[in-house]
């Protein structure tokens, strides 16, 4: 028998992702949305999070932006408290949060029940620096052909 789905606000969902964080727990949560592109896919890939005492930039984290409003972005930059947060298939659109919004951060990209993509590997963050620092035309091209396609 095929094991039920069941969809649960955001709010609600997350919210409880969130105390189990700080609980000490990893979480694992099954992605939304395109603004991750190409790294995860909306409604294929899921994330691995635990809380962590820093952050870096580069860190895919998932923050608390408010009004019950979550995202799972990369930190785009951080000053003092300030941390600037972008997802990689958004070409110009970034979020700002604090420091203390940071619920958790991603340690691994599950695709399927195969594969496992290992955040903190060299060959991984390598990929994910080329990528963001890739010129705005190329991020563009690619991503239009990959939503057209969905190759990888």
Same mark, same amino acid.
């Given at each position: 028998m095929?094991?039920?789905? !069941?969809?649960l606000p955001n709010a609600i969902m997350l919210g409880e992702a969130t105390r189990m964080?700080?609980? #000490?727990?990893?979480?694992? !949560?099954?992605t939304k949305g395109a603004s991750m592109s190409p790294f995860i896919r909306g409604e294929r890939d899921s994330v691995e999070l635990v809380k962590r005492d820093n +952050?870096?930039? #580069? *860190?895919? +984290?998932?923050?608390?932006?408010? %009004?019950?409003?979550? +995202?799972?972005?990369? +930190? %785009?930059? !951080?000053? #003092? *408290?300030?941390?600037?947060?972008? #997802? *990689?298939? %958004?070409? *110009?659109?970034?979020?700002?949060?604090?420091l203390q919004d940071v619920c958790g951060t991603a340690v691994a990209i599950l695709r399927g029940e195969r594969k496992r993509f290992d955040c903190d590997s060299p060959s991984f963050r390598r990929m994910s620096r080329r990528w963001v620092a890739a010129p705005r035309i190329v991020r563009r091209y690619f991503l239009g052909i990959y939503r057209r396609i969905k190759i990888l």
């Open positions: 095929k094991a039920k789905k !069941i969809i964080l700080l609980e #000490g727990h990893s979480v694992t !949560i099954m +952050v870096e930039v #580069g *860190d895919i +984290v998932l923050c608390h932006l408010g %009004n019950g409003r979550y +995202v799972l972005h990369r +930190v %785009n930059a !951080i000053s #003092g *408290d300030r941390v600037r947060l972008k #997802g *990689d298939g %958004n070409l *110009d659109a970034t979020e700002a949060c604090t």
